[in-house]
């Protein structure tokens, strides 16, 4: 084992440019979810050029892919390359790289580069996954739900924090969308003969604003209205608005959806405007953590002379 460690810090230096490379790459062409085409294509040329076999895309999703190297001997383990950009830079609103996914592909990616060169030191796979839209739709649990971590024994993936921290928390989180359909009418002329779809995400809002006394202290609820109306004048036809709804267990978030659900549910019926009800993102569940590899990251993070929580 201290052969291999010695080997893995001999290789990692000798990538070092190389990584800090792929990092620099990602950082500069930030594309949105879904659209990530040129940072997929360079990892998968990088990872096509050091030998590894590759999908791409994978499962049916355009920007992914999955890359292996290695043999079926011993464990699986997997690597999650993200490399989406968040849809903000300044006054202009360009796609900026402002989570550090850039950085996650970097460590990963290089990760299992490194893992490549020693090969003949250990059995079994390595295998990365590209995993895109990770801001927005969260296409990993599309790739989960296809199976593409059926083999795989264990995961691993770096992700930037403002320290070094192996207890982590990411909190189980689901997303709704709620939409609003009334009758439009004139506002001075014929009110009395409207519905207004912008009544019932007011009284949306304000039901769940009344709902987060009854609620443990780490749920989180946060939603914007996506369409208001069109002209003052006019008594809203159509109306829709979004939330997200996250807390530390999912077996409580589950109920707070439903309350949350109920809120439109209610406004719909006090206004009469009729209600659709749809996920606009995946749902998430939270984070477990594997107290084994937290203790094993714990003994190398000390050896390689690091700080951490």
């Not at 982590?168 to 009334?182: H, I, R, T, V």
């Not at 009854?214 to 008594?235: C, F, M, S, W, Y």
């Amino acid at each position: 084992m201290e052969d291999m460690e010695k080997q893995v810090d001999s290789v990692v230096l000798e990538l070092k440019e190389k990584l800090e490379g792929i990092s620099d790459y990602i950082f500069e062409h930030p594309e949105l979810g879904d659209e990530e085409y040129l940072s997929s294509q360079y990892l998968v040329n990088i990872l096509l050029e050091n030998g590894f076999k590759v999908q791409y895309p994978y499962l049916g999703v355009q920007t992914a892919f999955r890359a292996e190297l290695g043999d079926d001997d011993g464990i699986t383990i997997a690597f999650l390359a993200e490399y989406d950009a968040l849809p903000y830079c300044g006054e202009e609103k360009k796609a900026a790289h402002t989570c550090g996914h850039n950085w996650i592909a970097g460590s990963t990616v290089g990760a299992a580069l490194a893992l490549s060169k020693i090969k003949e030191v250990f059995t079994g796979k390595v295998v990365v996954l590209g995993t895109p839209a990770e801001e927005t739709i969260g296409r990993k649990i599309d790739l989960v739900n296809k199976g593409a971590f059926d083999d795989i024994d264990a995961v691993f993936q770096m992700h930037l924090c403002e320290t070094t921290n192996l207890k982590a928390k990411a909190l189980a989180m689901d997303s709704w969308g709620f939409e609003f359909k009334g009758k439009a009418s004139h506002a001075a002329a014929y009110p009395h003969e409207g519905i207004n779809a912008l009544d019932a995400i007011n009284l949306t809002f304000a039901g769940i604003n009344a709902l987060r006394q009854q609620l443990k202290p780490d749920v989180r609820i946060h939603g914007i209205i996506t369409e208001g109306g069109e002209a003052p004048n006019i008594i809203p036809e159509r109306c829709t608005c979004q939330f997200y709804v996250r807390s530390e267990k999912r077996s409580y978030l589950t109920q707070v959806s439903e309350k949350v659900k109920n809120c439109a549910k209610g406004a719909a019926l006090m206004t009469g405007a009729k209600l659709d009800i749809k996920q606009f993102e995946n749902s998430y569940d939270d984070l477990v953590l594997n107290s084994q590899l937290i203790e094993l990251m714990h003994k190398n993070l000390k050896k390689a002379g690091f700080e951490y929580k």
